[in-house]
């Protein structure tokens, strides 16, 4: 029986997804960080064995995969993909070394939304980015130059923006806004002296900071308008990084189909002001209505590179079941 492994190695968590050729899944697992720049690559590889290992326990699979595909957080660069040849080789995936490929996680977002046909992925999640490919096979990217300086419309640009509003509140140059409360609430804090305190500590990690986001989307769905503002402005930035993918790709001038991913995405809040932010740019895009998750994604393109793509009967039965399956 042949069977494909794909694998969406994110920053918290590491998933692996077994199917055959009718879009059955055989095995799930899961693992750590696989995201080699903050964790190494000897704890990165560590968890792609966890989650592989404990995706062929579930029906006790021997042998090697047909074909494997691997995005994976942090991989851009050549470099990064030298990291991972010998490595990956000695995981002893696949039959046949050309059968495995290796690229960042937003590729297997755009393949779950998309399959193989030209699109663009915008990501929320800690940061944000957008990701396009176009009927040539051209690639290029939009945003995701980190917290620090970009990842606009992502959950620590909400944060860090959430936070703001607070300070320009108690100090009176903001307006009042439901945020302080909540915020306080979700810090444990009781005012902003002892919010800006607990961004300063040495273990605020960067994950913490985004989880402040969903406080955010719910004010604003509360009707605050200081966070709905900040919910109009994170459509805005991201709606521009999928604009500015629309020039350097060619997509024919028809319809350019625009796959959300991410946990922010997953708010229907959010994503309501996404589509309203994307009809407003002037670029013909049609959001893609619930697209398979990237792990999905990535077991299509392992398919692919196995010479045996996935029907579109198949596919939809690999991206039911990796929802179901979280």
Same mark, same amino acid.
């Given at each position: ?5 794909? *694998? ?12 055959n050729a009718e879009g059955q899944v055989l095995g799930v697992g899961k693992a750590g960080s ?12 560590? =968890?792609?064995?966890?989650? *592989? ?10 042998? &090697? ?7 994976? $957080?942090?991989?851009?660069? +050549? ?7 010998? @490595?990956?080789?000695?995981? /002893?995936?696949?039959?046949?070394? #050309? ?5 960042? #996680?937003?590729?297997?977002?755009? !393949?779950?939304?998309?399959?193989? %046909?030209?699109? *663009? ?10 990701? /396009?490919? #176009?009927? %040539?096979?051209?690639? =290029? &990217? ?9 990842? &606009? ?15 320009? +509140? ?10 302080? @409360? ?25 994950? &913490? ?34 604009? $500015?993918? #629309? ?8 319809? *350019? @189909?625009?796959? @959300? ?11 309501? =002001? ?17 697209p398979a998750p990237p792990i999905a994604g990535a077991a299509f393109l392992a398919a692919e ?15 039911? !079941? ?5």
């Amino acid at each position: 029986m042949q069977w494909f492994i794909g *694998i969406d190695g994110g920053g918290t968590h590491t998933r692996a997804l077994i199917v055959n050729a009718e879009g059955q899944v055989l095995g799930v697992g899961k693992a750590g960080s696989s995201n080699y720049h903050t964790v190494g690559i000897t704890r990165a590889v560590q =968890a792609l064995s966890e989650a *592989i290992a404990a995706a062929r326990a579930e029906r006790h699979l021997h042998g &090697q995969a047909a074909g494997a595909f691997l995005g994976l $957080a942090g991989v851009r660069t +050549a470099g990064d993909h030298l990291a991972f040849r010998e @490595p990956l080789a000695g995981l /002893g995936l696949v039959k046949q070394p #050309d059968r495995i490929g290796l690229d960042h #996680d937003l590729r297997i977002a755009l !393949a779950g939304g998309c399959g193989d %046909q030209p699109g *663009i992925v915008v990501i929320a999640g800690t940061g944000s980015a957008a990701y /396009g490919r #176009d009927r %040539q096979a051209v690639t =290029a &990217q939009a945003g995701g130059w980190g917290w620090l300086i970009d990842d &606009q419309g992502g959950g620590t640009w909400f944060a860090l923006q959430g936070l703001r509003a607070v300070m320009e +509140a108690a100090d009176g140059r903001g307006p009042r806004t439901r945020l302080e @409360p909540a915020i306080f609430a979700e810090l444990g804090v009781t005012s902003a002296r002892d919010a800006m305190l607990w961004t300063l500590r040495p273990d605020t990690a960067r994950s &913490q900071l985004a989880a402040l986001a969903p406080v955010i989307l719910a004010a604003a769905e509360d009707g605050d308008k200081v966070a709905m503002a900040l919910v109009t402005e994170g459509a805005h930035q991201l709606a521009r990084m999928a604009a $500015a993918l #629309d020039e350097p790709l060619d997509f024919g001038g028809g319809p *350019i @189909p625009v796959v @959300p991913a991410g946990g922010l995405l997953s708010k229907s809040f959010y994503l309501e =002001a996404f589509r309203s932010a994307l009809a407003k740019t002037g670029h013909p895009f049609n959001l893609v209505a619930q697209p398979a998750p990237p792990i999905a994604g990535a077991a299509f393109l392992a398919a692919e590179l196995a010479g045996t793509p996935l029907s579109a009967e198949a596919r939809r039965r690999v991206g039911e !079941a990796a929802r179901s399956v979280g």
